[in-house]
Structures are given as C-alpha cells and as structure tokens.
C-alpha cells in the first residue's frame, strides 16, 4: 500500500470553514474555534505508540538519557537492520479502530530518540531505511481515512539523536536540549514538520510532545487548517480532572502501564475500568485518547486488542451517549454519571459499578435532572417493547417527578452477551429535560 503525497492548495477547506494561508500571513494564527467545537463532538481517538525501539519492549525513547554511549551506538546502528514488522497491515488497525468506536487517531511521526515513521529527506534515521523499508505513517493515514476515521500525527521538537550528533548531554527538557536555544534544531524540525503537513495532506491535528513555540505558529502558516492539541489545549497524561475544565482538551491513558510495547511485567486494566474512565472524561467534557502499541511484528497485542473490542461493543450500543456530547450541570450523582445531548435537551445517565440483570426492573432517584411533561425515558440500546423469550413481561420505562427528585423505573431488555450477563455501564436516556 502506497500513500498518496500531493500538495496542497493555497486555500484550505475544512468542512464549512474557509481560510487561507494569506489570512495566516496577516495574523491569523491559532486554532479555528469550530474546529476545536468539532474536536469535542469526536470524543474517542486512539493514540499509537510505535517506533525503532519497539522491538526492546522498554520506555519508547527516555530510555537513552542517562545510558552508556556504547548502548546508543549498537541500538541506532544495529536495529534499524532488525527492525522487520512483517505481520503489519495498516487495514487491521484501522478496522478495529473503526469497531471499537474511534472517531480520529494520532500516530507518533518522531518520538524523542528522533526516529522518523515517515518517509523524510531530512535523516536516514527513518523507518524507509529499515530492513523493513516501508512508509508506516503514510500506510496509517491511508488506512484509517478509508474508515472515516481524522489522522493526526504526534511530533516531538525534542530530538535525542540530532543532539547527540551535536555532542549535547542528553537529557530530557533542559535548556541545552530545546530547540528555541538551537537554530539548527528549529529549523530541522520545521523542515520535518512541512513533510508531514505538505506531503501527507490527510493530516488535519498534531500533537507537540514538547515545547511547541516557534513549531505550532509554523504549522499554521503552512496549513492554517490544522488543529493543534497537546501546544494548544490542555492533554493531561495517566489522570483525570477533578472537575469540566472551561475549554477543549483531552485526556491521554494507557490500557497498561506503558506508552510503548511491554513484552513482559506489563499490568492492564480491564473493559469495565476502560469504559468507566472514558465515561467520567466525557461527563467532564473532555476527550479520551486511548493509547495501543505495536510488537515487534507490527501487531497490536492481544491483551489491548481484547480490551478495544469489549469498549467497541459498549460503543455499539451506548455511542449516543459518548459522541456529540456536553457537560451536564453536575458530572455524577454516586456511581451514576451524566453527558447531555450537544444540541437537544437530552441527558444520558450512566450507571456505573453495579452489574445490571438482564431483566431486571430497577428504580432510582436522580436529584439534579427535572422531566417535563414531554419527557421520555429509556435506556439506551433498546426500544423498551420486547424481552427476548418474555413476551408478556411489562418491559415500559416509567418516571415521575417530585420534590425529591426524577424517580426512574426502568428494565434493561438487551443482551450484548450470550450468558446474558453485563458488567458494564448502561446509558439512560431522558429527553426534553428543563434546564
């Protein structure tokens, strides 16, 4: 598979905004606002971790700050001839990227160590010089643009290999390392950056794992279009915060305890800790960008590839309440977790920790959502008129509202799994809510 490199015209259209590079010139530089309004409607992403040092199943890049120099020279010397993902199908990735409910996806283009997933003029120390020889990022975006998923391309302006070749101490963010106080490094990461944003048009956000200064106003003069992330918005890693934050942003997590493959000693968390998380991160309005790896053979591993398939099947019948959402007034009551419909008057209530029968009638008491009379309750997922095998059961939501609060009765009648057990959260919709 091949991508396809074409440059871009003076004027960018995305969607029904219209900008232009001469409009850049003239001081328009940030992010266009609507975009980042449709950044949040997206909601899920996945983050891909992959690089050379995949195949030593260690931390991706830091490992070399601090390590005997000979280690550097044998690891840039010798695994670029060992570096042969052979099982690797790009179609793959973005098929269950497409199952498990992602919206967009942001591949590493150059981690730290200054390795390049990309076919660039600016280094042979780049994927295309491999004994694989293939332009992985180029494969991605081609892949996952013919599932409807945004590309985005994860960059850092820190670059351990440029540095080294400088004769600098590696370190990680100390003044001799930062690329406003090495010309030389600024431009040779501007020039990296106008390969990835020129020749793969495809991509429309990108994400400075560093000090994005001098970096992010380049790539808005260059494709005003392009959405930055982490430079610009707010991308917590590994955490949640306490409260809705005022502006978009997105939380960045990993299904294990590590950003790059773990071959061994690596602890995952399971489906229903996956769910949860990304339910609290859009009850606080935020986005979830959910981390996977590559192995040695080009493959995500099992273990993650489990975990996306059970968050996909939540997603296929609880997506309603993920995308196209808001912060209600208050995030949780307990366990019960709250997103409102972008658009509608429309709460979707989340009950979270606490497995649910199918079958089972259950009544709870919501204190900071009010019906009106046009209110309509139900979970979501069914059409509340059948239970399979109980024709004659009384399947109908009913609600009523009091000075205590919304009262809910409610029966869950659909059935993901074949022992008609269900761990995971069920949505509930109520509409036409008063504010």
């Not at 840039?76 to 098929?95: C, G, I, K, Q, S």
């Not at 366990?335 to 009544?363: C, H, I, M, Q, S």
């Amino acid at each position: 598979m091949t991508t396809s490199k074409k440059p871009l015209p003076v004027d960018v259209t995305i969607g029904s905004n219209h900008v232009s590079s001469q409009e850049a010139s003239q001081g328009r530089i940030g992010n266009d606002l609507l975009r980042e309004e449709s950044f949040t409607d997206m909601g899920v992403g996945l983050f891909i971790h992959w690089s050379l040092d995949s195949q030593l199943g260690s931390v991706i890049s830091h490992w070399m700050c601090g390590v005997d120099e000979k280690i550097i020279d044998r690891f840039v010397r010798d695994y670029p001839t060992l570096f042969n993902p052979r099982e690797f199908v790009a179609d793959d990735w973005a098929n269950l990227a497409k199952r498990s409910g992602m919206r967009y996806m942001m591949f590493t283009t150059k981690h730290h160590k200054g390795f390049c997933m990309y076919d660039t003029k600016t280094t042979d120390f780049n994927v295309m010089k491999t004994r694989f020889g293939r332009d992985v990022f180029g494969e991605m975006i081609e892949a996952f643009q013919a599932h409807d998923i945004v590309t985005g391309a994860y960059f850092s302006p820190l670059d351990f290999h440029w540095c080294r070749n400088e004769g600098k101490e590696l370190h990680f963010a100390t003044p001799e390392v930062l690329p406003v106080n090495n010309p030389g490094l600024m431009a040779y990461n501007k020039e990296q950056l106008k390969e990835i944003l020129l020749d793969y048009p495809g991509v429309e956000m990108v994400f400075f794992d560093g000090p994005p200064e001098g970096l992010r106003e380049y790539a808005w003069e260059i494709r005003p279009d392009i959405l930055v992330t982490r430079g610009e918005i707010k991308t917590p890693e590994q955490e949640i915060p306490d409260d809705t934050l005022p502006s978009p942003w997105e939380a960045c997590f990993t299904l294990g305890c590590q950003w790059n493959y773990k071959a061994t000693n690596e602890a995952y968390m399971n489906g229903t800790e996956l769910i949860n998380q990304v339910i609290e991160i859009r009850a606080k309005g935020g986005n979830a960008l959910i981390n996977v790896t590559a192995d040695p053979l080009g493959r995500i591993p099992v273990e993650q590839q489990r975990l996306l398939e059970e968050f996909g099947l939540f997603m296929f019948f609880n997506q309603e309440a993920i995308y196209n959402v808001r912060p209600w007034k208050v995030c949780r009551e307990g366990d019960v977790w709250f997103t409102k419909a972008k658009e509608t008057p429309t709460v979707y209530a989340f009950v979270t920790n606490n497995p649910w029968p199918l079958g089972e009638r259950r009544e709870l008491t919501l204190k900071n959502v009010r019906a009106s009379e046009q209110t309509e309750v139900e979970i979501i997922g069914q059409n509340g008129r059948v239970l399979e095998h109980h024709p004659d059961t009384d399947t109908t939501s009913r609600w009523k509202q009091d000075t205590e609060g919304l009262h809910l009765s409610v029966m869950r009648c659909y059935r993901p799994y074949n022992d008609r057990a269900w761990p995971n959260a069920v949505a509930i919709r109520i509409t036409n809510v008063e504010e």
